[in-house]
T-cell receptor, first 112, second 116 residues
Framework: QKEVEQNSGPLSVPEGAIASLNCTYS??????FFWYRQYSGKSPELIMS????GDKEDGRFTAQLNKASQYVSLLIRDSQPSDSATYLC????????????FGRGTSLIVHP | GAVVSQHPSRVICKSGTSVKIECRSL??????MFWYRQFPKQSLMLMAT?????????EQGVEKDKFLINHASLTLSTLTVTSAHPEDSSFYIC????????????FGSGTQLSVL
C-alpha cells in the first residue's frame, strides 16, 4: 500500500512569514512529485512539480525533494492571507498504478 | 496549463433521480480520466478511472452500477449518479493528465451534488 503522509494541521503563520509544508512517502521508486492548492469548496490546482533531488523555485514557492529520505516539502515565502488553503502532496507511483497518490492535505492559515 | 472543464458546477436533485456530470479536456486528448469524490473537510477519494473506448476501472467499495462512467471520446467522460440518495451528496471532481501516467493532473472545477 503506497502511502503519502502529511500533517493535517492547521499550520498557522503570520503574514509575511515563511510557511513550510512537509510530506513523506513510502514508494521508494517514485519519480514524480506534485503540490496542489485547494481552496475551500474548490477543486485542486497544480502549484509545483518536481522530479529531481534539490530545490525548485517558482515565484514565492519552493519545492524541495530528498529521495533518499523520502520527503518532499513546499516553502511559501512572504505568505499572504490569500495563501490560506489546503495543500495536497501527490506522489507518482513507480509501478502498477498510473495515477499519483494524494496525501490528505495540510491546512494552512495565514493571519494578518 | 491544460484545461479541464466540468459541468454542471452545482446540482440539486430529488432522491431517486439520476444526475449526469460531464468532464471535458479542452486543449488535449485524454485517453484516461479520473473521477474523485470529496466530502466536507475530507481528503480526495478516487472513485474510478475512466478509459476511452473501454470499461471504467472502479476503486474498491465504489458501486459500478450506481456510478456509471462513459468515456466515449478522447475529450469527454461522463459520470452518472443513478438513483441518487442523500448520502450521495458530495463534491465530485474529474481530472486528466495531458502528459501521461503518474504525471501532473489537471482538475475540473468540480460538481457539488445535493440530493434532497
Amino acid at each position: 500500500q503506497k502511502e503519502v503522509e502529511q500533517n493535517s494541521g492547521p499550520l498557522s503563520v503570520p503574514e509575511g512569514a515563511i510557511a513550510s509544508l512537509n510530506c513523506t512517502y513510502s514508494d521508494r521508486g517514485s519519480q514524480s512529485f506534485f503540490w496542489y492548492r485547494q481552496y475551500s469548496g474548490k477543486s485542486p490546482e497544480l502549484i509545483m512539480s518536481i522530479y529531481s533531488n534539490g530545490d525548485k523555485e517558482d515565484g514565492r514557492f519552493t519545492a524541495q525533494l530528498n529521495k533518499a529520505s523520502q520527503y518532499v516539502s513546499l516553502l511559501i515565502r512572504d505568505s499572504q492571507p490569500s495563501d490560506s488553503a489546503t495543500y495536497l502532496c501527490a506522489v507518482g507511483s513507480s509501478g502498477g498504478s498510473y495515477i499519483p497518490t494524494f496525501g490528505r492535505g495540510t491546512s494552512l492559515i495565514v493571519h494578518p | 496549463g491544460a484545461v479541464v472543464s466540468q459541468h454542471p458546477s452545482r446540482v440539486i436533485c430529488k432522491s431517486g433521480t439520476s444526475v449526469k456530470i460531464e468532464c471535458r479536456s479542452l486543449d488535449f486528448q485524454a485517453t484516461t480520466m479520473f473521477w474523485y469524490r470529496q466530502f466536507p473537510k475530507q481528503s480526495l477519494m478516487l472513485m474510478a478511472t475512466s478509459n476511452e473506448g473501454s470499461k471504467a476501472t472502479y476503486e474498491q467499495g465504489v458501486e459500478k452500477d450506481k456510478f456509471l462512467i462513459n468515456h466515449a471520446s478522447l475529450t469527454l467522460s461522463t459520470l452518472t449518479v443513478t438513483s441518487a440518495h442523500p448520502e450521495d451528496s458530495s463534491f465530485y471532481i474529474c481530472s486528466a493528465s495531458p502528459t501521461g501516467p503518474n504525471e501532473k493532473l489537471f482538475f475540473g472545477s468540480g460538481t457539488q451534488l445535493s440530493v434532497l
